[in-house]
């Protein structure tokens, strides 16, 4: 974390020996740069946590070959992922957190397949855009020790194929089936899917496969409770509170999403400064 602003050089291929790359958590801006394709010896390269945008370059796969891990979470990055099928020992790959979508490519990871790789590998392709069903080429890989994060995109389906491999998910796969890699729709855990620890659990707004929370339908029980513990007959301002044909998106000092996605109509900002609250604000808020 150095505060580092701007884009990367494309002269940074005359750093022709390098290895590692980290670049964790700055306020980088712009795409990869095609320079980045003349390091060769890359094996580690972080990005996460920046404002990259664009697609990934075909060079991630063509060219890095000898790449373990790529860590890119958190920034702008769309369009498809590449297939990373030509390089044997990566074992991390997090795309968490971007708005890549489009299809898992057919040969994804496919030079580990029989490779030297003796790592389990870790891929984290969770809070995307992802949508449809979830590809039956996957079950190439069934023999490798694999964690996936999948959850929170658009998943409509798992196919049965993919639910009896046990080396995938900590053994959850093995254990619970098609629950140990994505909760179905009407479910949810905090990881996206069952583990002994964290069960699926009912949630009636989860649409996909593979959500990791639980909107609740409603926040107009809990904003009652805030109205009734903090005197809100007395506030200075109350329009619209407890009115019940009012919606609670028009009640004075409450703003809601409206974004077209399942958060639309809920809660996102209570604001009420210097208002006459008095009381103590209620667990349950």
Known sequence: ECSLKGSLPDDIHRLSMLHELNLYKNDLTGTLPEGLSRLVHMRHLTVSFNQFHGTLPSYLNDKMIVLQQFWAANNDFTGAIPSFSVSPDIFKLYLNGNSFSGDIPDDFLEATLGGPNSNPISINLSHNEFEGIIPESLDRLEALEIHWKLGDNK???????????????????????????????????????????????????????????????????????????????????????????????????????????????????????????????????
Request: proline share 5%; aromatic share 12%.
């Open 155 to 285: 998943w409509t389906a798992v196919p049965d194929v993919l639910c009896d491999n046990a080396n995938w998910n900590d053994g959850n796969v093995a254990e619970f089936g098609c629950f140990g890699l994505l909760c179905p729709p009407r479910m949810y855990s905090r990881v996206g899917y069952q583990t002994e620890e964290m069960k699926c659990q009912p949630c009636e707004t989860a649409e996909y496969f593979g959500a990791t929370n639980c909107f609740d339908k409603d926040d107009r029980s809990a904003l009652v409770e805030l109205f009734v513990a903090t005197n809100g007959e007395k506030w200075d301002r109350n329009d619209g509170w407890l009115e019940p044909e009012t919606s609670v998106c028009d009640w004075y000092g409450i703003y809601c999403w409206d974004i077209g996605d399942i958060r639309d109509g809920r809660v996102r900002r209570v604001e009420l400064p210097n208002n006459n609250l008095q009381g103590e604000i209620p667990e349950t808020l």
